[in-house]
């Protein structure tokens, strides 16, 4: 029965590979016919909402919580997979994403047969990661997810595309060795390689080379933070993002680069332990860079005059937040970070599906073009106002919940100057992102005396593209007045790895 913790991946990868192999004489209408003799976009929706039942199954009656041996690398390394607390809470996320974003690309996307399969393939092998069991089977699905989802950025095809995919895989690679580096030294000082919540270190080994381990960590830390678009290698993202389809952008944005997030989880909280780097020089150069991270990626994206660019150097900010909780190493700063991993997910990929709804009504992509759209498209607007205020942190938004635990969090560790500078960061950087987002808004309702309205009428976007947005919108808020729903859950994991 707990083989059933491979439909959730199984399923996505058959109706990708079904999509891929229909031949493209099926997609085009015959001669005097009104209609092809198969809509690919219907068949997308009908394998996306199997993926998602089949993970909503195996996330609910919790068969898969036992840990599953499929077949062992070398002699004594299992591919293994087991749905665990933290796992549930991104394959949810990842889901919910994945099928907002879907049900925005049948009208974007409509016939893009290679962009339909390329995402259902993305989101399985993203549950895989999810569902990982131990170090090595993450490790094969990080490496899987880069390689699924860089079709997705060149899929235009354009020279900036394709230069833009090439960027993405060269950097995502490159960061994947330096956490298989790390890999292969903590094999060799652990009990197990199975997660485990507190850390798995053989303490006797460790301590005849020390220097070694952190080296390794570190290494981790930068190569799985490639992924989440953290200094110095962040670079990748604010290139690949913009030029993906807006859909593609949303879960690229909102789910993918938490792909890194997980890793670093997986490495520093359930193999390493957070007792074994506190206080080291590991963890004193991890949040330097996390918050060099934050107020670099807020300036860029203020100074940013491209909407979609705007908002993937906003992604380089805000999931530093995510690793600033986790590099303090304190309880409610992790809750803070695991918190902001649900909440952004919704708001970044609302945000994204709101540009590519604005892009694709009117065609203006730079932010001094979208002047009155507030009146062209309110649902839309109004949408991606709510979801601005969650960014920001304003209450009583989700946003303001997670960033809350955060600051609170680092005033509580034990980690000098700090504990200081971190809030004052996240705090400079809230007014940053108030200062590229709300102006969108305020000259969008409110564009002034000069704006013609006979050349602008009201043309909202189809309700395939604005239900998705109001949906993930409406998350986020709700999670900010009712916290409870989704914190009782995240302190539970806290309890483990404390």
């Not at 390689?147 to 899929?155: D, G, I």
């Not at 002034?448 to 043309?459: L, S, V």
Request: aromatic content about 14%.
């Amino acid at each position: 029965m707990n083989y059933l913790i491979l439909l959730p991946i199984l399923i996505p990868v058959i109706g990708a590979l079904i999509i891929f192999l229909i031949p493209n004489k099926l997609l085009q209408a015959k001669e005097g016919a009104k209609r092809p003799y198969i809509k690919i976009h219907s068949l997308f929706a009908v394998w996306m909402l199997l993926s998602a039942a089949a993970s909503v199954y195996v996330l609910v009656s919790g068969i898969a919580s036992k840990p599953v041996e499929f077949f062992t690398l070398l002699d004594n390394i299992p591919v293994m997979l087991c749905a665990d607390k933290l796992g549930i809470i991104f394959a949810w996320v990842s889901t919910i994403a994945f099928v907002c974003a879907g049900a925005f690309s049948f009208r974007y996307m409509k016939g893009e047969k290679n962009y339909y399969g390329f995402f259902l393939m993305t989101y399985g092998v993203l549950q895989g990661l999810d569902f990982a069991g131990n170090l090595v089977t993450m490790y094969l699905f990080f490496e899987m997810v880069t390689l699924m989802s860089f079709p997705l950025v060149m899929q235009t095809k354009t020279k900036e595309s394709i230069m833009a995919a090439l960027k993405y895989i060269f950097y995502s690679l490159a960061g994947a060795y330096m956490g298989l580096f790390a890999i292969y030294f903590l094999y060799q000082n652990t009990i197990t390689l199975t997660f485990t919540p507190g850390g798995c270190l053989d303490m006797e080994k460790v301590q005849t080379h020390p220097t070694l381990i952190f080296v390794a960590v570190m290494a981790a830390i930068i190569g799985f933070g490639v992924k989440a678009g953290m200094f110095p290698m962040h670079a990748w993202l604010p290139t690949a993002h913009p030029v993906a389809p807006a859909p593609a952008s949303g879960v690229l944005s909102g789910v993918i680069v938490k792909a890194g997030v997980l890793a670093l989880i997986r490495v520093i909280y359930y193999i390493v332990g957070p007792d074994f780097l506190r206080g080291t020089w590991v963890q004193t150069v991890w949040i330097i860079l996390a918050l060099i991270t934050v107020f670099m990626g807020s300036l860029l994206a203020y100074r940013e005059k491209v909407l979609k660019k705007r908002l993937a150097y906003s992604t380089v900010s805000q999931i530093s937040y995510i690793l600033l909780g986790l590099a303090v190493f304190e309880p409610t700063a992790l809750t803070g970070s695991l918190l902001h991993v649900v909440f952004h997910a919704f708001i970044k990929t609302a945000l994204f599906l709101c540009a590519g709804a604005f892009i694709h009504e009117t065609g203006k992509e730079r932010v001094d073009e979208l002047t009155g759209i507030g009146k062209k498209m309110p649902i839309t607007t109004m949408c991606f106002t709510v979801a601005s205020l969650g960014l920001i942190g304003i209450p009583p938004t989700g946003g303001f919940i997670s960033k809350w635990y955060l600051a609170t969090g680092a005033l509580s560790a034990d980690i000098g100057a700090f504990g200081y500078l971190i809030p004052a960061i996240l705090l400079a950087s809230a007014l940053l992102t108030a200062g590229y987002l709300l102006p969108i808004t305020i000259k969008g309702f409110f564009p002034g005396a000069d704006f013609d309205y006979t050349n602008n009428p009201k043309k909202e976007a189809s309700a395939w593209m604005w239900m998705p947005i109001l949906i993930l919108t409406a998350l986020s808020f709700i999670g900010g007045v009712f916290p409870d729903l989704f914190a009782d859950f995240i302190l539970w994991i806290q309890a483990l790895v404390f």
